[in-house]
């Protein structure tokens, strides 16, 4: 087993390497070779005049980090010497030693003008500049990402869903990091985010889109400490609070951070459905006035630099949160010439405690070769108490069950990676991923009115063996191509303890081949083709036997049948300057949606996630980011069209409908930013989902007191229409309904910094790439 798993097969196709980064390092010395003090570093594209990064001169160094392929020119400004000039290909990491010529003109100051934009876009890329005020001022990352085209952020802000692509992975640096730990990050030592579209073979197999995550430059030795507070006025009054702490001393780093919310999240959905097959009929409308949910995120990471490029690192993040609220649902419920009108209380106490554990160890070799190796261990516990209560034609409230529910599950990966490199225009790369889940899904209902007690115990197990190899070659100044291929062997049990047949018995092995081919047309115009096929697998939770009470004629309940989702996608992007046109084909087997279909066994109406049979996908988007002095614009929309088949639903027709988000923000003053805009989608016809057109828009104004003190008022959903309603007809189930997202809402953000920290050496990256299942 573990033999096959580790099966490196080599795969060559012509593709771009677009998404690959690179360092821009290097010395700067005077004419007698001795370091220059201070200065200033710009970096730009080559034919054009848009800074793109910008860095200063310490000590005679400086660094440019994750910058991509491509040609750029570097200016170097230092207090007494000439302004320099370079030019530079970047398609390897770039290390310069610049001598600088003393000025023959006395400057009593350098003074450095440019108007950064604030989404740079590559190749359909776009690099959002967190360092824009209006950004920068956000404390909570989920709530930044929020801000950002194409990114949705679900109700309860547990999942992060880019437009057209599914869930992302999240990478700081080179490094994959979870969810929970992207939450547990601080905004202040953000630099940018890029929303990479077409990974490459290197990134996991589950990835149609990368967020990826650059830090600031920072000081070797010293102390950072980031205070931070939001407060948001929704329905309820929700609290978010953190603290960070970054400190470095010679080769040692040390993150920690703290944060501490006390929500009280609003929730509500209505859905009417019918099943003629069972002659029935029920409308209900689900109401959580105020769940109140604490929730503490602490996170602890140690790295130590051997050197300039080997390292060893560890980190540990640990989430708690508990969740206490009663569940009103008022129901209409039609069975033959049989009618009730139904209310449902249900009281629920809920914890959810997550923990993760890595160790990393980065090895460069001789003759350009890089080893990395590291371990990891994960670790979600759910406990879930509920009682429910039903009052059936005002006849009065009865207990009609309890219920105890526990889920658990630990995850152990193993990761190792060789980097090769051969000369600077040719690299190879070779991996593998080992990881085995063991999870138990144990649920006990006591009823009332008879007394019964049923009781579910069940086991899943799961094990991933994955490996991948990848090619990138630069040819000339004009052309570069990236192939990669991965293969992944899984193999899936699961069933109830006291059964000595699985109820799940699966085993697949999947090939997962990338391709990407650059050319530059010119010094402004390129044209990338990118191929790639993917996986998305079901959240573990998901693919368990935990259910949740809804009415006495429906349940939400997990799927133990679930099976991947598989991708093929063919995208084409044309870029000219900062602007780029994109056009992409998916095509999608056993795609996943929730549904609600009718259980003989149980003789009520289950909602849950299911597979559906095929999905047809084709996109067409225009990003065009502009700036003009103290007017910085982000537009980017999409044309779509999307077509979903199965054999049992009943197909609607497919229509194109369009996204569009579109951001201003103006400077007013130093430090003062007014911004404003939104996003719309119309209606969409989905084969066989009909869902409404939504539009939502955005106001905020940001102020810097004392160059420490950041401030931030911001209006979300100014018009409340984020409702999300849809209709369908599955299994025999013909349902409409509607979510309704308590997302009107006014934030008051503060942030407090002290202490500086540059260049923190801090390395540490997760081992397990199905890290995110776990929830």
């Known amino acids: 087993m573990y033999r096959s798993c580790l099966i490196i097969l080599l795969f060559a196709n012509l593709s771009g390497f677009g998404q690959t980064h690179y360092l821009i390092s290097g010395k700067i010395t005077d004419e007698q070779n001795t370091p220059v003090a201070v200065g200033d570093i710009l970096l730009y594209e080559k034919d054009n005049d848009a800074l793109l990064q910008y860095t200063t001169v310490n000590k005679g160094r400086f660094l440019f980090e994750a910058i991509p392929f491509g040609r750029y020119r570097l200016q170097i400004s230092c207090l007494g010497y000439e302004v320099e000039e370079l030019h530079v290909v970047v398609d390897s990491d770039q290390l310069f030693t610049i001598r600088l010529q003393e000025s023959r003109t006395d400057l009593d100051e350098v003074t450095v003008t440019a108007a950064k934009p604030m989404v740079t876009n590559r190749n359909g890329n776009l690099e959002i500049d967190v360092t824009n005020p209006v950004f920068s001022s956000i404390p909570d990352p989920v709530d930044l990402l929020s801000k950002f085209p194409g990114i949705r952020i679900s109700p309860d802000r547990e999942s992060i869903t880019v437009l057209g692509k599914g869930i992302p992975l999240i990478y700081l640096g080179n490094q994959r990091i979870s969810l929970e730990e992207f939450k547990a990050l601080s905004v202040a030592t953000i630099s940018s985010i890029e929303i990479v579209r077409n990974p490459s073979a290197k990134y996991e197999a589950e990835g149609r889109a990368v967020l990826l995550i650059t830090s600031k430059s920072m000081d070797s030795e010293g102390v950072m400490v980031n205070l931070s507070e939001m407060l948001s006025f929704k329905r309820n009054f929700n609290n978010y609070n953190g603290i960070n702490l970054n400190l470095g001393r010679n080769k040692l780093s ?62 540990t993040n640990i989430r708690l949160q508990t969740d206490t609220f009663p569940i009103d649902t008022d129901t209409f419920l039609r069975q033959g010439l049989i009618e009730d009108t139904i209310v449902t209380r249900t009281l629920n106490d809920n914890s959810k405690d997550f923990v993760s554990a890595n160790l990393n160890y980065n090895k460069k070799l001789g003759n350009g070769m890089n080893v990395f190796t590291g371990l990891q261990y994960s670790s979600f516990v759910q406990e879930l108490d509920t009682d429910i209560f039903n009052n059936f034609n005002d ?180 870029q000219l300057k900062n602007n780029s046109f994109t056009i992409s084909y998916s095509s999608i087997e056993n795609p996943t949606y929730f549904t609600i279909a009718y259980d003989d066994q149980l003789e009520r109406a289950v ?137 009107r809402e006014i934030v008051l953000s503060l942030k407090y910094s002290f202490g500086k920290v540059k260049d923190l050496n801090y390395k540490n990256k997760d081992i397990d790439q199905g890290l995110d299942r776990i929830r």
Request: charged share 20%; aromatic share 14%.
């Open 395 to 574: 006849t009065g409230l009865f207990n009609a069950q309890d219920r105890y529910q526990k889920y658990r599950i630990g995850v152990l990966a193993y990761r190792f990676d060789i980097e090769k490199t051969f000369g600077n225009n040719f690299k190879w790369e070779i991996g593998a991923n080992l990881s085995e889940a063991r999870a138990n899904a144990f649920t006990e209902i006591l009823f009332f009115q008879p007394d019964s007690l049923s009781t579910i115990d069940y086991d899943y197990s799961e094990q991933l063996y994955a490996s991948y190899t990848q090619l990138s070659v630069g040819v000339g100044e004009k052309m570069n191509f990236n192939a990669g291929l991965r293969v992944e062997k899984n193999n899936v049990k699961g069933g109830e303890t006291t059964q000595t047949i699985p109820l799940v018995d699966r085993q697949q092995t999947n090939f997962f081949p990338k391709a990407m081919f650059n050319i530059a047309l010119d010094s402004t115009k390129s044209i990338t083709v990118n191929y790639a096929k993917n996986i998305t697998r079901p959240n573990y939770s998901r693919a368990s036997s935990i259910t949740a009470f809804i009415n006495p004629f429906l349940e939400g309940s997990g799927n133990v049948n679930l099976v991947p989702t598989l991708t093929e996608e063919l995208s084409t992007v044309f």
């Open 254 to 315: 040390l993150k920690t951070s703290f944060g501490y919310n006390d929500l009280q999240t609003w929730e509500s959905n209505s859905f009417e459905f019918s099943i003629p097959a069972q002659n029935a009929f029920s409308d209900y409308l689900v109401l959580i006035e105020a769940n109140d949910r604490k929730q503490i995120n602490m996170g602890v990471g140690l790295s130590y630099e051997i050197n300039e490029t080997d390292y060893f690192s560890a980190n």
């Open 607 to 743: 909602l849950s996630q299911r597979n559906l049979d095929k999905e047809y996908f084709l996109e067409l988007a225009l990003n065009m980011p502009f700036t003009s002095g103290i007017w910085t614009s982000t537009n980017y929309g999409t044309l779509s069209m999307r077509r979903i088949e199965d054999p049992d639903a009943a197909m609607g027709s497919s229509k194109p409908y369009f996204y569009l988000y579109t951001n201003h923000q103006f400077k007013v003053g130093k430090d003062m930013t007014l911004a404003f805009g939104g996003w719309g989608l119309t209606d969409r016809y989905e084969g066989v989902f009909k869902r409404n057109g939504l539009l939502v828009l955005e106001a905020a104004i940001t102020k810097t007191f004392f160059e420490k003190l950041d401030c931030s008022l911001r209006f979300n959903d100014i018009t409340r229409a984020m409702n999300f309603e849809e209709s369908y007809a599955v299994d025999g189930v013909e349902a409409q309904g509607a979510y309704f997202a308590d997302a």
